[in-house]
């Protein structure tokens, strides 16, 4: 089976009211323990590679690790999507490389602040015009080869933007009772209308949303007033609501979702690791926000932390031992074991063989049709 256009695999789920994972990658092992989940759990499945990810792998070891996948397991089917493109040069080069899908995530743009006397780049929201030009023209050209385009309105909290929802001292500024009156937090959340009023103007075919989710591994501020224990980050399961309801046809996309299960920091912890007290998006909120047109749900600390708590594991039981076999082995179990949990609780599972998967040039003809 070729390579799966997202649009199709999303308007699949969509119908099927399930959602789907969008797993990153880097290497070999990762690719591989997802095709293996997939395969175990019959899931459709879409593989992600961000800027860094290409840059690490030299662009073309991915993709053809990714066409190696697709050829191993062809009922399965798979769409390679480039997860956070800047610019229409960075889309385009994943188009030519291959690539089914690309994102385009126009919220955001670089400046250059002075900080300690040092000149540094830093990224602030764009002005909306701005992310419709730069998504539309993304649009227009990747809908010619029948590539899906996911844009992004909000800004999502956490390290990808400096402006999460915590205040100057990091306190979460969001309660559940501040979820009620959530208007107070828009400039941080997706904004229904602006949401609409992008898809319309732009052609996308998937929209991220800030609800609240950040990217890494320390998503949240709010501590326990007792038990000092980090909580979960709020998502506004309300929001995605208001959202969906103003675009039902849009598939939406969560970013920034893994759930940074307890065991696993442990494991890193007990073997030699230090990382700090934390807490990921709990796997009832994304279903619930599945129930409300989320259809994407990106996914990538929980697989490094499953592959760095395996390997941790395995050197410290093992000091002799110097064969990366040895110890990527137990890594890719470890990473499969989560893409085999996130598929069930996703829905994803059982519905690789739903339906007759599209060509890019069949979604191409499609696009036409539509107008797009
Ligand atoms: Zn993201």
Known sequence: MPLVPMRQILEEA????????????????????????????????????SRGALQYSRMIYLKKLIEAAVEEYPHIPVAMHLDHGDSLETCMKAIDLGFTSVMIDGSLKDVEVEKDGKKKKEQVPREFEENVEITRKVVEVAHKYGVTVEGEVGCLGGIEDGHGIEDKEGKSLLTEKDLEEERKYSPFLTDPEEAERF????GVDALAVAIGTSHGAFKSNRKHPVTKEVLPPIIAVSRVKKIHERI???????????????????????????????????????????????????????????????????????????????YLKPAREAMKKVYVERMIAFGQAGHAGDY?????????????????
């Open 199 to 202: 898809v319309k103007e732009t």
């Open 14 to 49: 969509t119908k099927g009211g399930y959602g789907v994972g969008a797993f990153n990658v880097n290497n070999m092992e990762q690719i591989q323990a997802i095709m293996e989940a997939a395969n175990e759990t019959n899931s459709p499945v879409i593989i992600q590679a």
């Open 356 to 372: 007759k998967p599209l060509t890019l040039d069949d979604m191409k003809c499609l696009y036409s049709k539509m107008g797009k």
């Open 248 to 326: 039902p046809e849009v598939p939406l996309v969560m970013h920034g979702s893994s759930s940074v299960p307890q065991e696993l920091v442990d494991i890193i912890n007990e073997c030699g690791g230090e990382l700090k007290d934390t807490a990921g998006v709990p796997i009832e909120k994304i279903q619930e926000a599945i129930k409300y047109g989320v259809r994407k749900i990106n996914v990538d600390t929980d697989s490094r932390l499953a592959m760095t708590g395996a390997i941790r594991k395995y050197l410290k039981e093992n000091p002799s031992k110097f064969d990366p076999r040895d």
